[in-house]
């Protein structure tokens, strides 16, 4: 079968390797995909993957095209899932009603009321006092969220009232986030390890859990700094035990995919391990980034078979594809200077291949292209992901760090403790 990735990220470039590597799959296309992407996919650099008409453009032109999997949210938010399926193409990835879960937070909040999953605290306002009264009823800290997509930016941790109420004021009146904070959603401060869990369904009642991963969404060693997309991740979590795990399937991820049934792709929680039990953060509607470039590489070869059975309805007779080698990954990401604000692009990357040669080392693309000299460059926040395997987090953590050390390009930045905490025995 020929498979459509679309996006262009290091989650992408995760996809795309794989699928290339799975036996039944002729050939990967990528729209836009990037430099990395470009080793293992034919490429369609003109079409964003945010832009729907073009996508189901190239869909429909080249016929093909056996299955579309998307990877980034606002596409599916947007309906990309729908426009294909009409046409009745095969695709990975929730129709627009159930991307909602990621578009929405307070849609999420509600979907998780009816369904008794666990979560904070929290009221949906879209009038300044109404929602200070209740950052006063939680007694000043709170968690202050733009309802809508930010890019991973709408939420803020509020420590004190005075930080909640600016929080508040910045969405509702000073419209920082637009249209996606016109409603804020404002929770209590939950405290515990966080952990990303998925599963992917088939919309007919089958879902099967994948392995579990941690991220380090702070720019700074030590989780200091801003947070980001994700500076880096690891699989799986020594501290979710199996028991945690059916739980969270059970009575997270199976109740929320059949309330939006049919769902058809990945839905991703994200939880925090309070001491009174897991509850959610959040749920997107796609797999992570970075977590796809920990989960992926851990994932058998029949990961394009295992896909396009969530999209006909058939997970139940392959959800063998779903499993997982018993060794893990860390993958550190090497972002630009400037991120997660703004940052210079076109800066010269080198020392990939170097990376390449050490065992157990792999390098997804994630912001990258190539100059008029042909040249590997810098084109994103975000980098690159360098994964490293091994058969325990210590060791795939020397093998990343191993390949991170080969990397160079001007003002490159990333963090030095991925997956420390881990060795160490922590949860955080
Ligand atoms: P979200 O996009 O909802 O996952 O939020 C981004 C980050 O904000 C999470 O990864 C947490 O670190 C933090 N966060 C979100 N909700 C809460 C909460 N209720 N309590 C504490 N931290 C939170
Ligand atoms: N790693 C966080 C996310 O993909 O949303």
């Not at 369904?115 to 605290?121: E, K, L, S, Y």
């Not at 590997?376 to 360098?386: C, E, Q, S, W, Y």
Request: glycine letters at 12%; hydrophobic letters at 45%; aromatic letters at 6%.
């Amino acid at each position: 079968m020929k498979v459509l990735v679309v996006g262009g990220g290091g989650r992408e470039h995760a996809l795309c390797w794989r699928l290339a590597q799975d036996p039944t799959v002729t050939r990967v296309l990528a729209a836009p995909g990037n430099a990395g992407i470009a080793q293992v996919a034919d490429c369609f650099p003109a079409v964003a993957a945010d832009d729907i008409d073009a996508i189901v453009h190239l869909v429909e032109e080249r016929r093909d095209v056996d299955l579309t999997v998307v990877g980034p949210e606002v596409p599916l938010v947007a309906g990309l899932a729908d426009e294909l399926r009409r046409r009745r193409r095969r695709v990975f990835g929730p129709s627009a009603a159930a991307a909602r879960i990621e578009g929405s937070k307070a849609f999420a909040k509600d979907v998780m009321a009816r369904r008794g999953v666990p979560t904070a605290r929290a009221g949906v306002f879209d009038d300044v006092r109404e929602a200070v009264a209740f950052v006063d009823e939680l007694g000043g800290a709170a968690v202050v969220k733009a309802d809508g997509l930010a890019a991973g930016k709408g939420v803020l941790v509020a420590p004190d009232r005075e930080t909640a109420v600016r929080a508040i004021e910045d969405c509702l009146i000073a419209s920082a986030f637009g249209e996606a904070g016109r409603t804020v959603v404002v929770e209590e401060v939950l405290d515990g390890p966080e952990v990303s869990m998925f599963a992917v369904t088939d919309g007919e009642g089958s879902c099967v859990l994948l392995d579990t991963a941690q991220d380090h969404k702070r720019l700074g060693d030590g989780d200091t700094g801003p947070n980001t997309g994700g500076m880096g991740c690891y699989s799986p979590v020594p501290f979710v035990d199996q028991g945690t795990a059916t739980w969270v399937l059970d009575n997270v991820l199976a109740q929320v995919v059949d309330e939006l049934r049919p769902y058809r792709g990945v839905l991703y929680a994200g939880l925090m391990l309070t001491a009174t039990g897991p509850k959610v953060l959040e749920f997107n509607c796609r797999f992570g980034d970075p977590e796809a470039e920990v989960l992926l590489p851990r994932m058998p070869y029949g990961v394009g078979t295992l896909l396009h059975a969530c999209a006909t309805g058939r997970l139940a007779y392959e959800a063998g594809n779903a499993g997982f080698d018993d060794g893990a990954a860390v993958t550190v990401v090497v972002a630009s200077e400037g991120y997660p604000g703004s940052y210079p692009t076109g800066v010269p990357i080198t020392g990939v291949e170097d990376a390449l040669t050490h065992e157990g080392v792999t390098v997804f693309h994630a912001g990258t292209g190539r100059n008029r000299d042909g040249q590997l460059v810098t084109a994103g926040g975000r980098v690159l992901a360098v994964t490293g395997q091994g058969s325990s987090i210590s060791e795939a953590r020397d093998r990343a760090y191993r390949g991170v050390a080969e990397i160079h390009f001007d003002g490159m930045q990333f963090r030095s403790d991925i997956a420390a905490h881990a060795v160490e025995g922590a949860r955080t």
